[in-house]
């Protein structure tokens, strides 16, 4: 079998989205476009891929720090960029290669399996749609027969030379013989209105050069559609919402007020799960089935185990919940909080860095950072972990079964015993062992008032 690769075209400035960031960059569902295409190819490509990237490259490389890329200095048009990458192609082995564009973050891996598949016989092959307004997409001029005669950028393409436009675009997606493809780049010009040397004009010297040339039709399927400005962005991101609801919803999963569900296709949802909207879902999270979510919650890589409900108004980032734990409402779980079974945080609490244990609460007003809590713990209102020292965090660790009265400092570090109790009102800076009472508050004194 030949050695197949990927390349993604993501140099380009996309100046129509009037944004520093690259055009890559900005973001579908909470996830970069890039990679939304990067996941596309993974099924058949696994790690042969390249992306060749330009304009704030360093931006996209910080994004991706495990892909391989290919520096544009340059950028020059997408001929260019494929004869830059083609030395570490070349290198690399690479018999038959798949390039796409980097802005196209509706494609599927099954669209892309189809193409290649449909490909296989062609030196040269690209995928094509029919559209009613083609737009600024480059024109597929066939022969009488049927058969490819060249791709037209729209910009250079005249009724009087090629014939009425049929609505057939290409659609960005190439499937080439690599060492074909060698050969006809430097013989690709910038003689046109832009000045760039233009993949697309492979096609014209391919089939000059009597190579077999495919035009292979992919209907009016809209995962191919690029992206070049922020309305076209909202409108592939409305798109890709309603696809990947629909999927969910088939499977099983029960959404209440879907218009308004937002859940990145990277995430996990079980079937079982029920999920009230507005509701955001980022990230690879995972949502085993049973959980429930209520409204106005934004989860960004998260595991929400079986059975755990998350109340409304929630905020939860890389954060865990356990089976049958529960949160909320207006609770944010920061990186590294983790909620044992049946654990409760309630409204107004925060954890970071913490670890509720089995059946422990803290149900109100609460910070806790840093911290261990054993299971069957009380945490009353008003409880901080004082962390911090300024320049450094410590540790605060609380025994199973212990009670911590309202309104109490933990100083960290500190260390609070298996069934010690707390008195509210306390600032604790010292252990306290297991079953004592630790108490640190100034003596009441009642004065008589003035006037």
Excluded at 42 to 49: I, S
Excluded at 162 to 171: C, D, P, R, S, W
Excluded at 293 to 322: N, P, T
Excluded at 360 to 375: C, E, F, P, V
């Amino acid at each position: 079998m030949p050695k197949e690769a990927a390349l993604i075209l993501a140099a380009g400035k996309g100046t129509r989205m009037h944004s520093s960031k690259p055009k890559v960059l900005q973001t579908l569902l909470g996830e970069p476009m890039l990679r939304h295409v990067r996941e596309a190819l993974r099924p058949l490509f696994g790690e042969n891929v390249w992306i060749v990237i330009g304009h704030a490259g360093e931006m996209v490389e910080a994004a991706f720090p495990d892909e391989r890329f290919v520096r544009q200095q340059e950028q020059l048009g997408t001929g260019h960029a494929l004869l830059t990458a083609l030395p570490q192609l070349e290198a690399a082995g690479v018999e038959r290669l798949l390039v796409i564009n980097g802005d196209t973050p509706l494609i599927t891996a099954d669209v892309v399996r189809h193409f290649v598949e449909g490909s296989a016989a062609a030196d040269l092959a690209f995928a094509t749609i029919a559209l009613d307004d083609p737009g600024a997409y480059g024109r597929v001029v066939r022969h009488d027969d049927g058969s490819v005669r060249a791709i037209v950028e729209a910009k250079d393409y005249r009724m009087e030379q090629y014939g009425a436009a049929t609505g057939e675009v290409n659609a960005g997606m190439y499937c080439l013989d690599l060492a074909q493809a060698a050969r006809l780049l430097p013989r690709i010009t910038n003689a046109n209105k832009s000045g760039e040397y233009y993949i697309t004009d492979l096609v014209g010297l391919a089939v000059a050069d009597g190579l077999s040339v495919l035009g292979v039709q992919c209907g009016d399927d809209t995962s191919l559609l690029g992206i070049n400005s922020p309305l076209e962005l909202a409108q592939c991101e409305e798109l890709l919402r309603e696809r990947v609801n629909a999927r969910l919803m088939a499977s099983g999963v029960m959404l209440h007020a879907p218009a308004s569900v937002r859940i990145s296709p990277l995430a996990t949802v079980e079937p079982g799960v029920e999920i009230t909207g507005p509701c955001e879902i980022y990230g690879a999270s995972v949502v085993r089935g049973g959980a429930r979510i209520a409204s106005h919650c934004v989860i960004r890589d998260c595991e929400v185990a079986a059975g755990a409900e998350i109340r409304s108004f929630c905020h939860l980032d890389q954060a865990s919940v356990g089976p049958d734990a529960l949160v909320g409402p207006y609770a944010r779980l920061r990186p590294g909080a983790v909620m044992e079974e049946a654990s409760h945080v309630g409204n107004f609490v925060e954890l970071k860095k913490a670890r509720l244990g089995k059946g422990a609460k803290a149900n109100h007003l609460t910070y806790l950072g840093d911290a261990s809590i054993g299971a069957g713990c009380n945490i009353g209102a008003g409880t901080i972990t004082c962390n911090y020292d300024g320049k450094h965090k410590f540790q605060t660790h609380i025994g199973e079964r212990a009670f911590i009265g309202s309104n109490t400092a933990l100083v960290a570090p500190v260390r609070v015993g298996a069934d010690a109790l707390i008195g509210a009102g306390s600032v604790i800076t010292k252990d306290v062992p297991d079953n004592e009472l630790g108490i640190a508050r100034g003596k009441q004194k009642n004065l008589p008032r003035r006037g």
